[in-house]
Structure formats: C-alpha cells, structure tokens
C-alpha cells in the first residue's frame, strides 16, 4: 500500500496552485501586451509583473506568441460570455438590447486592455500580418452577431421593434459606444470636458439608454420604462477600476 508523504502536497491543492499561477501569469501578460504589444512585450517584464519565475511561462504556454494568443482569448471568452448573458436573459427582445447595449459600454469602459488588443489586431490585419483576428472572430464575434441579428428579428417578428435593418440596430447600439471612446481625446478639446469622468461617463451611459428607448421600440413608453428599469437594476461599474490605455 502506498502512502503520501507528509512533505508531497495533496494532488487537488497542487492543481489549485498551477491554475492560479496560470491565472496571474495571464492577468499580467494581458496588461503588459496592451501596453506594449506583442513585439514589444518582453517576458522579463510578463514574469516580473506575474511574480513568477520567467521559465514557467515557457513551461506553461512554450512561446511569448502562444503566451499572447491565451491571453487575448482568455479576455475575449470572459467578453463573450458576459455579452452571451445578457442576450440570453429571460426577457422580452427589445430589454435583452437594452441590456446587451449597456454590457457593451461597461465592457469597454472596464476591458480596455481588450480595446487595445483588438486595436493592435487590426492594425496587424491591415499590415497583412497573420494574427488573431480570424480565431476570435470564429469563437466570439461571429457567434455574438448571430445572437444580436436573431434577437433584432425576434423583436421586429413580436411587434416590439420597429421594423429596420438588423445590423443598423447593431451600429447605434454599439457602434455609438465605440466611436464615444474613440473619439473622446478629440470630443473633451471640442467641447472643453472630461469624456472619462466619472460623471461625463455616467450621463452617456444614461443617455445610450434612453435613447434606444425611444429609437427602437414601436410604444416609446414601453422602451421608456424597460430602460428606466435596466439603468435602475444595472449600477454603473466601479470607476476606480477605469484606466486609459
């Protein structure tokens, strides 16, 4: 019969402990790939910020390239996931739009390492440099636009949505939250403000709300109230997680 050793730690904490060191060494390349990028992100500096010995990023993803591709699908699997929830709630169409809308400005007010992923990704694309893009457009956005269109259709099919094109739906639900971002350096010169403060933040929010509200719903009181109560259930993420990338 064979018997552990009281030095030999139990096989399920042994687990444990590799997946929290796979876990952190993924947390701090993602930071220091968005930071750098990948050609400038040296392992040095991933092992450093992950308080990890720089030969077990080796042991566990082989290649500073295969490091940054776990990374960047680890953050795109979390995105797709949360988005996935909210337009896969139980309720009618038109509230899970609401809803993903909303999802969509958290997520790219908090995952700004993302944005700056997927930025870098398709400048890459653009160079004609072989990249990421068609792995997470196969895994995560081709299935989220399916899922978006078939809520649009399901909503216009119940008389709860007007009748327009699916995808126009697409680009003034999430469309006008990626070109706030974009263009807020250039928006805060123009009109003399903040775009990331807490509370210039905090009235976009509100306002993409309310005006899908009364933009795509066919009883504009139906779509007032639905987005009252999604702002009301839905608080706004912690503003001192936000950071400019």
Partial sequence: MTH???????LDR???????????????????????????????QIAVAAGVNKALLYY??????????AALESVATRVRDSSMAAMKREASPGERLLRTALNHFDRVLT?????????????RMHKGEEGALPVLVERVFEPLMKAFQNTVREGIESGELIEADWMQFQLVGLGANVFYFLSAPVLGLILHFDPFERE????????????LGKAIFEDRRH????????????????ASKFKRI
């Fill in 60 to 69: 566990y993803f082989e290649s500073k390239e295969k490091l940054y591709l």
């Fill in 4 to 10: 552990r050793t009281t030095t030999e730690p139990p």
């Fill in 14 to 44: 042994t687990v444990d402990r590799s997946a929290e060191t796979r876990t952190r060494i993924l947390d701090a390349a993602l930071r220091v790939f968005a930071s750098d990028g990948l050609a400038g992100a040296r392992t040095e």
């Fill in 111 to 123: 995952q700004r390492e993302f944005q700056s992923l997927m930025q870098q990704e398709m400048i």
């Fill in 200 to 211: 210039a933040l905090r009235a976009r929010r509100v306002a993409l709300v309310e005006f």
């Fill in 223 to 238: 779509g007032a109230k639905l987005a009252a109560q999604v702002l009301a259930d839905t608080p706004m993420p912690d």
